[in-house]
């Protein structure tokens, strides 16, 4: 079954008239008998839409299908102010598209550019021109203001769980900061939270330009590590405070040093209950970067699990790994780890 609804969204007056704005456009795929496990919410990340869960770039029915074969309802939503949720200037300023050697030289055929020192490894993306203009085509452009952008999708994502119910929440990429927004908010409605190639490292962007990829940008681009918007910390912070980062010298070999808090530090105690893993692909520009999110979880009190796929024999993916051939393998690998996550 198949069905296509709208969470959130409010009334803004302008003086052309009443619009409404903030709603958050979701598809929802049930299984063909009444499902015995949780819901699982998708959310992608920068310059895409939910069409990347839905099939991938062998036209093959991609996540969203492969999780309601093994009993999950599955919803796939498009970003509030991207694609069918719609979007308007003047609800939500500016919306840039990524530049398609961003595109390309970061998520698709990335062994042309070698921005970063994994690209040679990225097998499982197609090297041709057709593959890539298909791709390049669904790009959409994503709004400028970061931060607006993180908690109008916080709240729509909010009140789609107040819609369905409990549910676990997929994010990738730059939907984690919704993802862990929503959960420190209403911990009572994200049974499990699987963040695939998170939105990092903690604090700031890196630059990703050959010769020097790990470069910090200024910043802090995310002042509460791992998102824009406060947290709930334990001790809080005082009012109008964001974290200290300082440096993490203890790194393995080859990651990225990151950030962590300065001692002694807060902990995360509303994520802290919320089963959570970080998905990282072998060949990816967030390869040598997902440790330094897993640090900071740690250091925050959440406990959760690293998969790295190449420690499960799958190798060669990139950032877009849903789309990539093998993607059902790597959904296989994601689905067992939510079983398990929620019988424990």
């Given at each position: 079954m198949h069905e296509v609804f709208y969470s959130g969204g409010r009334e803004m007056l302008t003086e052309d008239g009443t619009f409404i704005t903030g709603q958050m456009y979701a598809e929802r795929y049930r299984p063909k008998h009444p499902p015995t496990l949780p819901p699982v919410v998708m959310v992608h990340g920068t310059g895409q839409s939910g069409?990347?869960?839905?099939?991938n770039l062998a036209g093959t029915p991609g996540w969203a299908q492969d999780f309601v074969t093994a009993g999950h309802e599955t919803v796939v939503v498009d970003q509030v102010g991207r694609g069918r949720s719609g979007t308007d200037p003047r609800q939500y300023g500016r919306a840039d598209p990524m530049p398609l050697y961003d595109v390309d030289s970061l998520?698709?055929?990335?062994?042309?550019?070698?921005r970063f020192p994994d690209a040679n490894r990225h097998t499982r993306w197609p090297d041709?021109?057709?593959t890539f203009n298909r791709f390049s085509a669904s790009q959409l452009p994503s709004?400028?203001?970061?931060?607006?952008?993180?908690?109008?999708?916080?709240?729509?994502?909010?009140?789609?769980?107040l819609d369905i119910g409990p549910a676990i929440l997929l994010t990738h990429s730059q939907a984690s900061t919704f993802g862990f927004g929503v959960t420190d908010r209403r911990p009572e409605l994200v049974l499990a939270h699987v963040t695939v190639e998170p939105n990092g490292p903690p604090f700031f962007d890196l630059s990703y330009n050959p010769g020097e990829w790990d470069a910090p940008l200024p910043g802090p681009e995310r002042p509460f590590g791992i998102s824009r918007m406060p947290l709930t910390f334990d001790p809080p912070l005082p009012s109008g405070k964001t974290l200290q980062p300082v440096r993490n010298e203890n790194t393995v070999r080859g990651e990225i040093q990151g950030w962590l808090q300065e001692?002694?530090?807060?902990?995360l105690t509303r994520l802290a209950s919320t089963p959570t893993a970080i998905v990282t692909a072998e060949a990816s520009f967030r390869t040598r970067v997902d440790a330094a999110t897993s640090r900071f979880l740690t250091q925050a009190g959440v406990n959760h699990e690293h998969i790295q796929l190449?420690?499960?024999?799958?190798?060669?993916n990139g950032h877009m790994m849903m789309l990539e051939p093998n993607s059902?393998?790597?959904?296989q690998i994601i689905i067992r780890w939510i079983h398990r996550a929620l019988t424990q």
């Open positions: 069409s990347g869960f839905i099939t998520f698709a055929r990335t062994k042309r550019y070698q041709d021109d057709p709004l400028v203001d970061r931060r607006l952008a993180e908690e109008l999708n916080v709240l729509a994502l909010e009140q789609l769980l001692e002694p530090a807060r902990t190449s420690h499960h024999g799958i190798t060669g059902s393998e790597i959904a």
